[in-house]
Nanobody
Framework: QVQLVESGGGLVQAGGSLRLSCAAS????????MGWFRQAPGKEREFAAA????????DYADSVKGRFTISRENDKNTVYLQMNSLKPEDTAVYYC??????????????????WGQGTQVTVSS
C-alpha cells in the first residue's frame, strides 16, 4: 500500500521558515515527479512546487518563487519543501503528491496519482 506522509508543519511568525518533509512508502518514486500543493480555507487546492524524478529540474508557482525550495532524496524516498520568508497568505494545508510513473514536471493535480493527508502551516502576522 502506497503512503505519503507529510511532516514539519506548524505555527510560525511572518518572516520565519519551515521545512516540510514527505516520506513515501510502499513503492519507490525515484523515477516519478513529485510536487507540493496547498489549500487555504475557502479556496481551491493550488500548485506550489514540483520536481522531476531525478531532481534535476524544479518549478514553482509565482507566489512562492524565490522563497520556497523543493528538493528530494531518492535514496530515502523523500521530498522536501523549504519555506522561507513566510507570509500570512502562505497559511494553508500543504499536500505532498507523487506521479505514478511520469518523471516530468506537472503543475496540475490531475497529474498526480498519490497524495498525502496534508500538514497545516499557519503564518501569523
Amino acid at each position: 500500500q502506497v503512503q505519503l506522509v507529510e511532516s514539519g508543519g506548524g505555527l510560525v511568525q511572518a518572516g520565519g521558515s519551515l521545512r516540510l518533509s514527505c516520506a513515501a512508502s510502499g513503492r519507490t518514486f525515484s523515477n516519478a515527479a513529485m510536487g507540493w500543493f496547498r489549500q487555504a480555507p475557502g479556496k481551491e487546492r493550488e500548485f506550489a512546487a514540483a520536481i522531476t524524478g531525478n531532481g534535476g529540474s524544479t518549478d514553482y508557482a509565482d507566489s512562492v518563487k524565490g522563497r520556497f525550495t523543493i528538493s528530494r532524496e531518492n535514496d530515502k524516498n523523500t521530498v522536501y519543501l523549504q519555506m522561507n520568508s513566510l507570509k500570512p497568505e502562505d497559511t494553508a494545508v500543504y499536500y505532498c503528491a507523487a506521479a505514478g510513473s511520469n518523471p516530468w514536471i506537472v503543475r496540475t493535480a490531475v497529474g498526480y496519482n498519490y497524495w498525502g493527508q496534508g500538514t497545516q502551516v499557519t503564518v501569523s502576522s
